[in-house]
């Protein structure tokens, strides 16, 4: 009888014994595994019964590995192209799917977000306010706030060293008109990524949408072509800029950008980019 069929399940066991010691689960999936010659029995030294993925086993790894990869989605490949057809040239540092918390006012305090530019941020208060017990203590103060989290679908700031001319922007992908008209019915969704950047810019497929169709003070890309899994093949088109708003990036928002890894050119690290010219 022919081996049985194998499923993702099987990859993940697979892949779990390639990075294991090789003890054995004696399961239905190592069952199958062996049945097909993705596995094979060894006994240690000890007289332990060990597993090991044979080269069968390790040529359907990097199969599946690089299906996996032609399988990226129109949409993952419409981020990294843009990336690194005009974000990255134009010197900026990018980051993809970022989890950044927006402040919001409260409820009933009218509108999510003013829809002037945001203040700075005030001045530490003076050594004397960290011991008087007429101030708000911080769990107050942020108690009175509104938070929501956003995940701009990339991010990016200049690559300076001087913090007013970072210009933080937020570009969203957007590759169908239903998944556009989704995000436009989220007004604190929209007002978030405005919080946090100075331009917003949604990024479709030209034929899905018009540029009049969406707020006037977002900016607006359109995709010509469709990308390859290597961002290549595509064109990018500004339809219409982005109304500008000057921002100052939150602490919050420092420390997620310090714990992610951003994006580099090739697959290079972006860290590795900076340095003595």
């Known amino acids: 009888m022919p081996p049985p069929p194998l499923a993702r399940h099987h990859r993940k066991r697979l892949m779990d014994v390639w990075r294991s010691a ?18 094979e029995r060894q006994t240690s030294p000890e007289g332990h019964t060990l597993l090991r993925v044979t080269d069968a086993g390790i040529a359907w790894l990097a199969d599946e590995r690089r299906a996996g990869q032609r399988r990226i989605s129109l949409h993952d490949r ?26 919001l006012l409260p409820e009933g305090g009218g509108a999510l977000v003013s829809d002037a530019a945001p203040e700075a941020p005030a001045p530490p208060p003076v050594l004397a306010s960290l011991w008087d017990e007429s101030e708000p203590t911080l769990p107050q103060r942020r108690a009175a706030r509104v938070w929501r989290v956003a995940r701009p679908d990339l991010f990016s700031v200049r690559n300076t060293s001087v913090p007013g001319y970072l210009h933080p922007l937020v570009h969203e992908i957007k590759a169908s008109r239903a998944d556009l008209l989704s995000d436009l019915r989220h007004a604190a969704k929209r007002r978030a990524y405005q919080w946090l950047c100075e331009g917003c810019h949604y990024v479709f497929p030209a034929g899905i949408a018009e540029a009049d169709e969406l707020p006037p003070e977002f900016g607006v890309w359109m995709m010509h072509g469709t990308p390859d899994e290597d961002g290549m093949g595509a064109r990018f088109e500004l339809a219409r800029p982005a109304r500008h708003a000057r921002c100052t990036l939150p602490f919050d928002v420092w420390m997620a950008l310090c714990k992610a890894t951003p994006l580099g050119a090739g697959g290079e690290p972006a860290q590795a980019r900076l340095g003595p010219a």
């Open 22 to 39: 090789g003890w054995p689960c004696q399961d239905g999936v190592e069952i199958d595994l062996l049945a097909a010659g993705m596995l």
């Open 78 to 103: 419409m981020a990294l192209a843009f990336a690194r057809q005009q974000l990255l040239p134009a010197g900026r540092v990018v980051w993809r799917e970022l989890s950044l918390r927006a402040e």
